[in-house]
T-cell receptor, first 111, second 114 residues
């Protein structure tokens, strides 16, 4: 196991709601990245946090936001959910941007 | 143009076959290269890093050609348990990231049949 844990594992929300996903990084890792993976596609980079600061962002709207805490765990928040936000959300931890280790993901369904 | 391009397959091969996956990337300044494996509805798992000199791990061999911006993965003597999606991954420093971040191909699906 990678030591990266995500919660919850599954979630169903209705359009317009807000959601918070959580990730605990692997011990010793100070960088957390979040990815969205739609069915049949590779993971798409949302953003990355390094030492509690956002360090790079992909092509996602501002309603996708995040936090990293002093213990390097992280949250992904999505406001005003849309149907297209339904996907597997993956958190990956690494040591300063090198090879990443993934949590099991949160499968979000927006109805 | 996507940063990382892969043939999505699917590749269907019998046990014991040799199968090769190819991948190209667009950013010549990319620093690190990886192959990840993803089983159905699971998270990606690091299979191996890819080095310029080429590297081998048992039945798996990875090659990198920086001049052509091309990465390959060769699986010899395929096993049923090799059935999965193989993701080509490149670490680059776009998107405002000082550390570099991972760009994923869409994955190549492999099914090994008995």
């Amino acid at each position: 196991e990678t030591g990266v844990t995500q919660s919850p594992t599954h979630l169903i929300k209705t359009r317009g709601q807000q959601v918070t996903l959580r990730c605990s990084s692997q011990s010793g890792h100070n960088t957390v990245s979040w990815y969205q993976q739609a069915l049949g596609q590779g993971p798409q980079f949302i953003f990355q946090y390094y030492r509690e600061e956002e360090n790079g962002r992909g092509n996602f709207p501002p309603r996708f936001s995040g936090l990293q805490f002093p213990n390097y765990s992280s949250e992904l928040n999505v406001n005003a959910l849309e149907l297209d936000d339904s996907a597997l959300y993956l958190c990956a931890s690494s040591q300063q941007g090198f090879e990443a280790f993934f949590g099991q993901g949160t499968r979000l369904t927006v109805v | 143009r996507k940063e990382v391009e892969q043939d999505p397959g699917p590749f269907n091969v019998p046990e014991g076959a040799t199968v090769a996956f190819n991948c190209t990337y667009s950013n010549s300044a990319s620093q690190s290269f990886f192959w990840y494996r993803q089983d159905c509805r699971k998270e990606p798992k690091l299979l191996m890093s890819v080095y310029s000199s080429g590297n081998e791990d048992g039945r798996f061999t990875a090659q990198l050609n920086r001049a052509s911006q091309y990465i390959s993965l060769l699986i010899r003597d395929s096993k049923l348990s090799d059935s999965a999606t193989y993701l080509c991954v490149v670490n680059g420093k776009e998107g405002g990231s000082t550390l570099g971040r991972l760009y994923f191909g869409r994955g190549t699906q492999l099914t090994v049949w008995p």
